[in-house]
């Protein structure tokens, strides 16, 4: 495999998928032009994309660095502002530091990123802060997530060591499967720097009047809008998904992954080769609302994400003959 995945948008030159650059320089390609604490920087972006004149999400966030494989990476803690996390938005979560043994999972999982690079890369040029959350409903609780207005940030929980996209949850923690979802949501956070500073959708396009695209696997959602997703969403998650086949070739190719993370890493990704199929459908089919560069894009990533699924399918039924 290649040390750095392009999916370029023609127009800019710029990558979808690029894990060439740090953090700090996404954060000034966002509009940031004074240097702030590295643990703060999707605070300060957040003051940027709100134009707030002042620095008070900056002042409101509370961190503390750790480091893994050279890689300087911090926690957000409970005793950030509640202000601040009312303004996350994340109903019925709240901001908790890790225990001994999750934040060992988590530790593991980023040790295990550093061990594929091309992976790692990715993750420490979008990710400077882990925000652990816990929630009082099983059913509510978030794997994990990325928020438009939070570069810089992910969002998860325990969950994340024990669920991939789509469907797939195992009755084990792995992480591995956190490693995953870390690499998940480092994918959603290209994606939103890529949606922040490229005209990818044409004028006037809004996640409010956006056509919604029925999406099969999450039709018993308890929320009503998660079971038809924006174009913008559906954008995400195609993009997401075909970086999730290349992650799980590698994976189902690996010598060291247990006979329990095999079986589950195999279902998810019989899951996602039907799931980014039709996500691609969907943006082939709703192609009007790009840009000219933006859907040169996504023929580019629908491209790609075919291929992906046929090479994936294919280990997959090799696998079923051995």
Not at 295 to 314: M, N, P, W, Y
């Amino acid at each position: 495999m290649t040390a750095t995945v392009r999916l370029s948008v023609p127009e800019s030159g710029s990558a979808l998928i690029d894990a060439t650059g740090t953090a700090a320089e996404v954060a000034g390609e966002l509009g940031l032009a004074h240097a702030v604490p590295p643990g703060t920087l999707p605070f300060a972006l957040h003051d940027v994309l709100l134009r707030r004149p002042d620095a008070t999400s900056v002042a409101d966030a509370i961190t503390e660095p750790f480091t893994v494989a050279g890689r300087e990476f911090h926690w957000l803690l409970p005793a950030t502002a509640s202000r601040l996390w009312d303004e996350v938005g994340l109903t019925g979560h709240r901001l908790v530091l890790p225990g001994d043994d999750q934040r060992a999972t988590i530790v593991a999982a980023l040790e295990f990123l550093a061990s594929r690079p091309w992976a790692f890369d990715l993750v420490a040029k979008y990710v400077t802060t882990l925000a652990f959350v816990e929630s009082d409903s099983d059913a509510d609780l978030i794997t994990s997530c990325s928020l438009p207005d939070f570069p810089l940030c992910i969002f998860f929980s325990a969950r994340a060591a024990r669920h991939v996209p789509p469907v797939t949850v195992t009755d084990f923690p792995s992480a591995r499967l956190m490693a995953e979802n870390i690499y998940h949501e480092s994918v959603h956070q290209s994606v939103n720097h890529l949606l922040l500073t490229r005209k990818v959708f044409k004028p006037g396009y809004s996640s409010t009047t956006s056509p919604k695209v029925p999406i099969y696997w999450r039709q018993t959602a308890s929320r009503t809008r998660n079971r038809a997703w924006e174009l913008d969403r559906v954008l995400h998650a195609a993009a997401v998904y075909s970086q999730l086949l290349q992650w799980r070739t590698a994976e189902l190719r690996a010598d060291d992954i247990s006979e329990r993370e095999g079986e589950a890493v195999r279902q998810a990704s019989k899951d996602a080769v039907g799931a980014v199929r039709s996500l691609a459908a969907a943006l082939t089919e709703h192609c009007e609302h790009f840009t000219s560069s933006g859907a040169l894009f996504v023929g580019r990533l629908v491209e790609s994400a075919t291929l992906r699924a046929e090479l994936l399918e294919h280990l997959l039924r090799r696998a079923a003959l051995d």
